[in-house]
């Protein structure tokens, strides 16, 4: 992404610049280590900064992004009752992209810096939004499983030790569990119905369960940033930890809805007080990460022309602004 682009010419997070003033970066760590925020005019380590801004504008891409599965059902929607949940959640996601985009500014870098690097294939967001929508069950499907996996994980983000984001991410979890709910709910409706219905819910299991699986990143021993990014509680937990928890709270919701979980692997363990499951195809992922994904140019084809589209809602807040700092400027 954007922010990786700069870690090739200004070292890794994972290895801090030599530079830095030694008193500031052990007083930093001391306050990480207490659990106390840090805040946008405090001083710290360039890596962090830089692994902030990677982090929290991919988040605010994806959020933006996420739109477009879902926007794409909002005509064909079964009910007015269906239609009007399904706005408002799409909102909702819209939302979480500003306040994300507004945290990362505080870390110095502008909007469209973040948007322009997305635009030009340079930025990620996350790997489930390059799955197409395919049936009216697909909509149910990514209220409950994506948007559950993001509840797992920015559930853990509401403790990030950078206080805009911990702060951004206490309403999207909020939101998130509205979210999570109206899909489950969608679905236990479509499982009361005719034979067909019931085979779209499983179809959109099938399809939507790996994937989601995939959202909580590689594996720890191939996650170069994790273990910097937990020691800074950027991150307060791995992502195989978070995925466990996943798996292990979702099947049980699979079981209740009635559908099978698309993995011949997968079994209690009792030793481990955990879900067993079956190996997730990595090679599928990192394609995806590349840009490789089903629908990957079509989402990008889609964005680039909503920000074209939008210019001049930009361009008349902009004349706006300096309208109304003329006449500030003239009354004083
Ligand atoms: N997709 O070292 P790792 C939503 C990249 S939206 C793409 O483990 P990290 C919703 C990773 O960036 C919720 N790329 O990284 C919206 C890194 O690449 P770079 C979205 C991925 O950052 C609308 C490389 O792989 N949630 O809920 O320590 C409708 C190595 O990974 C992915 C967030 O964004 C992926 N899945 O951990 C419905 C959560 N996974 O940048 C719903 C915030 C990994 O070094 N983000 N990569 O080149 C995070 O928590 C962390 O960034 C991750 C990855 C756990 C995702």
Not at 77 to 105: F, M, N, T, V, W
Not at 161 to 174: D, E, I, L
Not at 261 to 283: C, K, M, S
Request: glycine fraction near 6%.
């Amino acid at each position: 992404m954007y922010t990786t682009e700069l870690d090739k010419t200004a070292g890794s997070a994972a290895a801090p610049a030599a530079v830095e003033d030694p008193a500031l970066l052990a007083a930093f760590e001391a306050r990480v280590a207490n659990d106390e925020f840090i805040e946008p005019k405090d001083w710290m380590p360039e890596a962090y900064r830089r692994t902030l801004t990677r982090q929290i504008s991919q988040h605010a891409h994806s959020e933006i992004v996420g739109m477009l599965p879902e926007g794409n059902w909002l005509t064909r929607a079964p009910s007015l009752k269906r239609k009007a949940i399904l706005l408002a959640k799409i909102q909702d996601e819209g939302g979480h992209g500003l306040y994300l985009y507004c945290a990362a500014e505080t870390l110095g870098t502008s909007r469209e810096q973040m948007i322009e690097a997305l635009h030009a294939g340079k930025a990620k967001y996350s790997t489930i939004f390059n799955y197409p929508t395919l049936n009216w069950a697909d909509i149910g499907a990514i209220g409950w499983l994506v948007d559950g996996a993001a509840i797992m994980n920015q559930v853990p983000l509401q403790r990030t030790s950078y206080g805009p984001y911990a702060r951004a991410m206490v309403r999207v979890c909020k939101e998130e569990s509205f979210h999570q709910r109206q899909g489950y709910d969608l679905l236990l409706e479509m499982m009361k119905g005719t034979p067909e219905q019931r085979a779209m819910v499983q179809d959109a299991m099938n399809r939507w369960w790996w994937p989601s699986l995939m959202m909580f990143g590689p594996p720890d021993d191939n996650s170069p940033n994790s273990a910097q990014s937990i020691r800074w509680r950027i991150k307060r937990e791995t992502n195989d930890e978070l995925r466990q928890k996943f798996v292990d709270a979702t099947v049980p919701q699979a079981e209740l809805l009635g559908i099978t979980v698309p993995d011949p692997d997968l079994q209690w363990n009792e030793e481990r007080g955990h879900y067993d499951f079956g190996a997730i195809d990595w090679n599928e992922f990192y394609a995806v990460v590349r840009g490789e994904g089903p629908v990957a140019r079509e989402r990008m084809k889609a964005r680039r022309a909503a920000w074209d589209e939008g210019a001049w809602v930009r361009e008349a807040a902009a004349a706006w602004e300096a309208r109304q700092a003329a006449r500030r400027a003239a009354a004083a």
